[in-house]
């Protein structure tokens, strides 16, 4: 394991992410992490663009490379509570899509 038990990151810039709310999960996802006692075994960062703008805010969970789409608040909480504090995948928000770019904005 590296330093820390997952990290995650959130797109919160290119196109679509830092308008459709972006920065605000970025937000939630820091706060819910905070609460539950994550902090030292989770890191949460803001990144740039993942290259899927309009499937988008992405959120994208390291180690295990589970990627998250159309992620609002309330799914940043959820995948707080439910994927790094619970291990369960939120299917709900999960993204499966071809590797590489996948633009549709």
């Excluded at 605000?24 to 706060?31: I, S």
């Excluded at 803001?46 to 990627?67: A, K, T």
Aim: with cysteine; glycine share 14%.
């Amino acid at each position: 394991m590296g330093q820390y038990k997952h990290h995650v990151f959130v797109c919160t810039s290119g196109k679509t992410c830092s308008w459709q709310g972006g920065p605000e999960v970025h937000e939630v996802m820091k706060r819910a992490a905070h609460q539950a006692g994550l902090r030292g075994t989770v890191r949460i960062n803001q990144s740039g663009c993942m290259n899927q703008c309009g499937h988008g805010p992405m959120v994208v969970v390291y180690p295990q490379d589970v990627w998250y789409g159309k992620v609002d608040e309330e799914g940043g909480e959820r995948i707080v509570r439910e994927h790094l504090v619970g291990g369960h995948i939120v299917e709900r928000y999960r993204y499966v899509a071809p590797p590489g770019d996948n633009k549709i904005e």
